[in-house]
């Protein structure tokens, strides 16, 4: 029995492979209690320490989802093969940098509404809408990826074109010639091929081998578009 | 692993009974699709047994019929997209280069249509006209002084209704026409709805290099590439198409062919049309004071 026992204090049972073979000869009688602290040894915290994240106090809620969303964003700038962006998905970074660049893309010139550039609901849907039709086709293709999970990796990696467009609109602040244009481009360019390998990288795994370049040319139009209207974009 | 288990006790059974019917597992080779619908039922499997359809029936009908999923599983669409990269290359390659007595369907789609292709090429083109024509406007515009750049984002929509429309419900039309010829007149050759919006969708696909060459400020370039375009999808279309229509009326044959390669042409011109301003037209400037302090309006050509 005393082999058997567990040690005592808040610690994990322990049993080491000899002590089994005396098992078979103990008996164990009704009237002797058994008693001693088992406790599953994964890692779970005492008692003391598992009160809800109700309790916790909102600046710790806050900086969580915070650190969160910033560890994504730095995952997308250094693309490395790191499960952190997949495996705990989450939709407020592509929220700020959509909102964001809706925004950054306003003002635009027009002298009729209708000549324009993109409206904020129409960035809005264009990259939602075109995030949702990417990950439908790569699921349809048969990939394994989640829904969600593929859509945190489309809007993480419109983090570089957002850069690109702050920039964009502090050169255009200096002028806008053609100096101030092809500094743009260079910048746009460099923006679209960072995000667009960026997020390939992220999604090209899941993807069946044979069908990669299927999955991989709608991501690649998706940046187009959204590099045309941040290159195309005048100020007033 | 537990399905294998009850498998065991019936091969048991059957060794204690051996006049009992037997149901047999699916071969290895058949297609995924096929042996996980069947391992979720294997109820369904003892009824077409009780029924009396034997294996050999069974694995010979569903050899032939791909899309056995019900319509509302997502496994039902996932059927239209089982193509390879080099698949959807070779169906490109078919539409832009067309093999003269070759069909398109036979040779490339009749096994397995796709909706990868149409839907794709079809976003592609929607965007290079739009992009296409933003940047013709403004190299044709460039210098002149009274020129202010506009993105012009409006036109993307535009684009985009006119040209999904055209890859969809023009097949539409032409599938249920098909439809109503054949049931009056036997046709040998007969092509399903998904089939035609593949024809549509691929042919589309030379439009795309065109748009880009539109860009080319000169008006007979611009026209030689409509023609040379449509020459190409559109006898795609026609060697797709004529076998369909040939054995129906002579003049309802000729109108159908006539009506498709029409409409192909209104689409390619009309594009051209809207969204390429002219080389020659000048932007109209304002009313400029002459010298002798009358104002002037001029406008060249």
């Known amino acids: ?236 | 692993m537990y399905l294998f288990a009850e498998f065991d006790d019936a091969a048991n059974l059957l060794a204690a009974n051996p006049d009992a019917t037997t149901i047999s597992i699916d071969e290895p080779g058949e297609i995924p699709k096929n042996r996980h619908s069947r391992l979720q039922e294997p109820g369904r499997e003892e009824d077409d047994e009780l029924l009396g359809t034997d294996d050999s029936d069974k694995t010979e009908l569903l050899a032939g019929q791909k899309k056995s999923a019900p319509f509302w599983t997502f496994e039902y669409y996932q059927t239209f997209f089982d193509v390879d990269t080099y698949q959807v290359l070779d169906r490109i390659k078919g539409s832009v280069f067309p093999v003269p007595g070759k069909n398109f369907v036979r040779l490339y789609i009749r096994s397995n249509p796709d909706l990868y292709g149409p839907f794709w090429i079809c976003a592609t083109l929607v965007f290079t006209i739009a992009v296409s024509g933003n940047l013709s406007n403004f190299f044709i515009h460039l210098g002149k002084p009274t020129y202010h750049y506009v993105p012009e984002f409006r036109k993307v929509s535009i684009a985009a209704t006119t040209i999904y429309a055209y890859a969809w419900l023009v097949p539409l039309a032409l599938w249920g026409f098909l439809m109503w010829r054949n049931s009056k007149v036997m046709n040998i050759v007969s092509y399903s709805f998904l089939e035609i919006v593949c024809v549509y969708g691929y042919s589309l696909f030379i439009y795309i290099p065109t748009a880009i060459l539109w860009i080319i400020p000169q008006k007979v370039v611009r026209w030689v590439l409509v023609m040379f375009s449509l020459c190409l999808s559109g006898s795609v279309l026609v060697m797709t198409f004529w076998p369909a229509v040939r054995d129906d009326n002579r003049r309802i044959a000729l109108a159908t062919v006539g009506t498709i390669v029409l409409l192909h042409a209104l689409l390619a011109v009309g594009c051209l049309a809207y969204f390429f301003d002219a080389p020659e037209l000048d932007f109209p400037a304002p009313i400029i004071p002459a010298h002798n302090g009358t104002a002037v309006i001029t406008k060249s050509q």
Not at chain 1, 99 to 127: C, H, N, R, T
Not at chain 1, 137 to 149: A, D, E, P, R, Y
Not at chain 1, 164 to 185: D, E, K, P, W
Request: proline letters at 6%; one cysteine or more.
């Open chain 1, 1 to 236: 029995m005393a082999a058997a026992e567990g040690s005592g204090a808040a610690g994990p049972l322990v049993l080491k492979n000899h002590q089994f073979a005396g098992l078979a000869d103990v008996s164990i009688s009704e009237d002797i209690p058994v008693e001693g602290e088992i406790t599953v040894p994964v890692g779970s915290r005492s008692p003391d320490e598992d009160y809800s994240t109700l309790d916790e106090p909102v600046k710790d809620t806050i900086m969580r989802d915070l650190k969160a969303v910033g560890k994504k964003f730095v995952h997308v700038m250094y693309p490395k093969k790191s499960s952190a962006l997949l495996r705990d998905w989450d939709l407020w970074g592509p929220l700020v940098l959509c909102v964001s660049l809706a925004l950054m893309l306003q003002g635009g010139s027009a002298d009729s509404k209708d000549d324009g550039g993109p409206q904020f609901a129409e960035v809005f849907v264009i990259i939602w809408f075109g995030a949702v039709v990417i990950t439908i086709n790569s699921k349809l293709l048969g990939g394994t990826i989640s829904f969600f999970q593929s859509l945190c990796v489309l809007g993480y990696c419109v983090l570089p074109l957002t850069v690109a467009m702050l920039v964009c609109r502090l050169v255009l602040l200096a002028g806008s010639g053609t100096v101030s244009f092809i500094i743009r481009l260079i910048v746009v360019v460099a923006m679209f091929g960072w995000s667009t390998l960026a997020s390939t990288a992220f999604l090209a795994d899941s993807q069946p081998p044979n069908r990669k370049a299927l999955v991989v040319y709608p991501i690649f139009l998706f940046y187009f578009v959204i590099s045309w209207m941040i290159l195309t974009f005048t100020p007033q």
